[in-house]
């Protein structure tokens, strides 16, 4: 069992830019391929961001690619995503993700557990 807390949402103006965090209980972390997905008001939950094992693969939505960075620290159970140049379409409630079928994944079905999402609202 993986308990996955998010933190560092907020409101930011357009431009802007939030350090979004997920803490992961247990002692596997590093098993786990992580994920960051978003759901805006009347929109199925989307891709973001996600990130192997070990971080050497990481792979990002066309949306935000060139503006949000994910990484993880595997030594402090938790992984990250820097977003930059926020965009009033990037409002949305953000969840980190934990899978461990899968190396990486922007597939939702390969994420066993999820977080209860941190609020992201973007003012133009």
């Known amino acids: 069992q993986v308990q996955l807390v998010e933190s560092g949402g907020g409101l930011v103006q357009a431009g802007g830019s939030l350090r979004l965090s997920c803490a992961a209980s247990?002692?596997?972390?590093?098993?786990?391929?992580m994920g960051w997905f978003r759901q805006a008001p009347g929109k199925e939950r989307e891709f973001v961001a996600t990130?192997?094992?070990?971080?050497?693969?990481?792979y990002y939505a066309d949306s935000v690619k060139g503006r949000f960075i994910i990484s993880r620290d595997n030594a402090k159970n938790t992984v990250y995503l820097q977003m930059n140049s926020l965009k009033p379409e990037d409002t949305a409630v953000y969840c980190c993700?934990?899978?461990?079928?899968?190396?990486?994944?922007?597939?939702?079905?390969?994420?066993?557990?999820w977080g209860q999402g941190t609020q992201i609202t973007v003012s133009s």
């Open positions: 993700a934990a899978g461990r079928s899968v190396p990486y994944s922007s597939n939702k079905d390969y994420y066993d557990y």
């Open positions: 247990g002692r596997t972390f590093s098993s786990y391929a």
């Open positions: 990130i192997s094992r070990s971080g050497g693969s990481i």
